[in-house]
């Protein structure tokens, strides 16, 4: 197994540091943190899909206006998935899983560019994400990136409910469930608050358990840190949040297991630009790539905006 990280946004929001907490200036960075996996016998596994090929053509109307005003992504056809892993060496067919912390648009929009992949997401979100509730479920589940919704895997997460690695644990972890049609070297982890069905991936690789939390934290201080987001994260944080009280029980659970000694497990979120760079570094070492951007952009580009 091989790990690549991918960056498949960056979002760009005004507010400096008082949104991603370290960058001077008015342009704050912040990453689509997403994993390509190559595996011995699942062929390529993505996790999380980023902005897709035609978010960048066309986002108006695929994706939200306001959260696209407020979130300034760089729609770069050069850094969506599928541009992505052709630059690799690899052909759109060679995804044959795609696994979803949950179905927001800034995660979900490269679904459409692997029409062959098996889509796997926890029950909860694929029915929230279809019904769509209320002005924020209207804003962030966006139909139009997801493609043919007869591939989608559903797997129950709620509690209480019965399911393959239902009665499991996870590092203190509870409640984790198996992925039907993947190795058990890929786990749900579910996480919910952010979205009602939100679930951390955690994958078993070269250098031993990672979990992608998604958006269950959106900076590292929540999670590794004193546990203030900065403040204009925050806002936007709380105001995607479905339910805030969940929320914030997944983070508790999570800096619970982390403050464990034997917690043998990598934990990361999607938007956090240093946690993308440490576990790019991470991975680098046992052979996974570390893939920031397109190779032929210079990082002074990207800074630049
Ligand atoms: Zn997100």
């Not at 053509?57 to 050069?78: G, I, K, Q, S, T």
């Not at 992608?212 to 987001?229: I, K, L, S, V």
Request: charged share 20%; glycine share 10%; aromatic share 6%.
């Amino acid at each position: 197994m091989k790990i690549h990280h991918l960056d498949l946004g960056p979002l760009r929001p005004l507010g400096g540091r008082l949104m991603d907490g370290i960058t001077p200036g008015a342009v704050a960075r912040l990453t689509c943190h997403c994993l390509l996996i190559e595996t011995d016998h699942h062929g390529l596994v993505l996790v999380d899909t980023g902005f897709g090929l035609r978010d960048t053509m066309r986002p108006v109307p695929r994706l939200p206006a306001w959260n696209l005003a407020l979130l300034r992504p760089r729609l770069d056809p050069e850094r969506t998935a599928i541009r992505r892993l052709k630059r690799l060496g690899f052909a759109p067919n060679d995804v044959q899983h795609i696994v979803m912390t949950h179905l927001d648009f800034d995660h979900a929009g490269g679904l459409v560019d692997f029409p062959h992949a098996v889509v796997h997401l926890t029950a909860p979100e694929a029915e929230a994400a279809t019904e769509r509730r209320g002005i924020i479920g209207r804003a962030r589940w966006r139909p139009a990136q997801w493609g043919d919704t007869s591939r989608w895997h559903t797997v129950e997460t709620r509690l209480g409910s019965r399911g393959r690695g239902s009665g499991e644990t996870l590092f203190g972890l509870r409640n984790v469930r198996e992925i039907a049609g993947l190795p058990e070297e890929f786990l749900f982890v579910p996480l919910p608050g952010h979205t009602p069905g939100h679930a951390g991936v955690a994958v078993k690789g070269p250098r031993g358990w990672l979990l992608h939390a998604g958006d269950t934290y959106f900076n590292r201080a929540e999670a590794h840190g004193d546990g203030a987001a900065p403040p204009l994260l925050a806002a936007y944080e709380r105001m995607m949040a479905a339910d805030v009280a969940a929320q914030h029980d997944s983070l508790a659970r999570l800096r619970q297991m982390l403050a464990a000694p034997d917690a043998d497990i990598a934990v990361f979120c999607t938007h956090d630009a240093v946690e993308f760079v440490a576990m790019a570094a991470w991975s680098e070492g046992d052979g996974g790539a570390v893939a920031a951007g397109p190779v032929s952009q210079p990082a002074s580009q990207e800074t630049a905006g």
